[in-house]
C-alpha cells in the first residue's frame, strides 16, 4: 500500500501536468487573495498547492515532500502513534491555508496578485522534521551538509529577509509562515514534545 505522502506527490503531479496545458484551469483554482475575499473562492487556499509554475518547480516540491514526508511519518507514528497518516495529511492541508494567511490579507484587494506551489506546506513538513531531530543533516542544493537546526535559522532568516525586498515572484511569505507552523505543528498534539525538542538541542551529538 502507497503511504500517503506519495499518493499526494502521484495527485499534484497529475494536477500540475494537467494545468500546464490548460490556463483556464490555473486561472480557476491558483491562489488569488482578491478571489477569496471577495467572490469567497476559498477552495483556492487549498487547490493553489496542487499547481505548480514549471517542471523544476514541480520537482523541487515533490522531491522535498518525497524525503522530508517520509521522515515526518516515522516521527509522528514513534511520537504521535495513532491516526498516522491522517495527521500528516492534517499538517499538509492546513499548512496550505496557514503559510498564505498573510499573503491572503496583504494582497486582499489585489485582483492582480497569484501564486501556486505547495512551497508553503512543503516548508511546513521540513520544519516539523527538524522539531523532531534538529541536528539531523540537511543536504543544502543536494550536496552541502549541514544541521537541520542551522539550516532551519537561516531558511527563515533569507525567507524573511526576501519577502521584505520583493525582488521575484517566489512567495517567500509562505515559505516563512509555512516553515513556522510546520515547526509548532506538533505541539498541537502533545505539547511536553517541546522538551524532547530542548533535549535534542542542546545533546550537541
Not at 499534484?12 to 501536468?17: E, H, K, L, Q, Y
Request: one cysteine or more; hydrophobic letters at 55%.
Amino acid at each position: 500500500m502507497l503511504s500517503v505522502h506519495i499518493i499526494l506527490i502521484v495527485v499534484i503531479c497529475i494536477v500540475s501536468f494537467l494545468a500546464f496545458n490548460r490556463p483556464e484551469l490555473m486561472s480557476r483554482f491558483q491562489f488569488n487573495a482578491w478571489s477569496i475575499v471577495h467572490r469567497k473562492q476559498y477552495l483556492r487556499l487549498f487547490s493553489h498547492g496542487f499547481l505548480h509554475g514549471d517542471w523544476i518547480h514541480l520537482f523541487i516540491n515533490m522531491f522535498v515532500l518525497w524525503s522530508f514526508g517520509t521522515a515526518v511519518l516515522f516521527y509522528f507514528d514513534h511520537f504521535l502513534p495513532g491516526m498516522t497518516e491522517v495527521r500528516f495529511l492534517i499538517l499538509f492541508f492546513s499548512a496550505l491555508a496557514f503559510s498564505s494567511f498573510y499573503s491572503l490579507i496583504k494582497h486582499k484587494d489585489n485582483p492582480n496578485y497569484n501564486a501556486v506551489g505547495a512551497s508553503g506546506a512543503v516548508s511546513a513538513i521540513v520544519f516539523a522534521a527538524i522539531f523532531f531531530d534538529p541536528y539531523n543533516p540537511v543536504y543544502l542544493f543536494g550536496f552541502i551538509r549541514i544541521p537541520g537546526i542551522i539550516f532551519g535559522v537561516l531558511y527563515l532568516w533569507y525567507s524573511a529577509h526576501m519577502a521584505r525586498k520583493q525582488v521575484d515572484n517566489i512567495g517567500h511569505d509562505a515559505h516563512f509562515w509555512g516553515a513556522v507552523y510546520g515547526f509548532i505543528f506538533p505541539l498541537f498534539y502533545e505539547p511536553k514534545l517541546f522538551l524532547h525538542f530542548i533535549e535534542q538541542l542542546t545533546s550537541f551529538r
